[in-house]
């Protein structure tokens, strides 16, 4: 099995040991992102709304490193420390995807690094 890593140079590096997406056997699994702002490496104000769209710039900025788009996304895993915030997700998360839709799974969590509202990871056929 080989595995090549996928890095974009829009992102901060991540700051563990794990690569923003790997391309093994004809999918790229894309880590978790959070909204953090690549250029304060900070999270971005403004709460779950604004968190989910930086989380897609950042999502976004993989994808194009590895040659692909959002239209690729076979499957989405979301990550939300308060499922009051589902609504509002699926408001910004409805406006990046069209049908059909990406399988998707939901989970509550008690913590996200930075202490981010939401994570997302992405699964996409190569």
Do not use: W
Request: glycine share 12%; hydrophobic share 45%.
């Amino acid at each position: 099995m080989s595995r090549i890593a996928i890095t974009s140079p829009e992102l901060t590096p991540p700051v563990g040991p794990f690569s923003q997406a790997i391309k093994v056997d004809g999918f790229i699994y894309f880590s978790g992102q959070v909204g953090q702002d690549p250029t304060t490496g900070k999270l971005v104000a403004g709460g779950i709304a604004a968190e989910v769209g930086r989380v897609f710039e950042n999502l976004s900025a993989v994808l194009r490193a590895a040659g692909k788009g959002l239209d690729d996304v076979v499957r989405a895993g979301v990550y939300l420390t308060n499922m009051s915030d589902y609504v509002a997700l699926n408001g910004v998360y409805a406006r990046h995807f069209s049908q059909p839709f990406p399988a998707r799974t939901v989970i509550g969590v008690a913590a996200l690094p930075l202490g981010a509202c939401v994570e997302i990871d992405l699964v996409v056929k190569a």
